[in-house]
């Protein structure tokens, strides 16, 4: 049986695709998606680059 985690780790520090500075874990804190997280650009509101985590 092969194993499920050998993609990378969702939660591993990642670089924004836009400006290459690194992104950080984020929660939504108002709208219908409250308390979900996303990778967001820590140069914000600079850069708005913002990924799904997965
Ligand atoms: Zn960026």
Do not use: A
């Given at each position: 049986?092969?194993?499920l985690?050998?993609?990378a780790d969702p939660l591993a520090q990642r670089r924004c695709p836009k400006c290459g500075s690194a992104?950080?874990?984020r929660t939504v804190k108002k709208g219908s998606k409250?308390?979900?997280r996303f990778w967001g650009c820590s140069t914000y509101p600079q850069c708005r680059v913002m990924q799904p985590l997965g």
């Open positions: 049986m092969r194993s985690q050998t993609r992104l950080v874990l409250t308390g979900d």
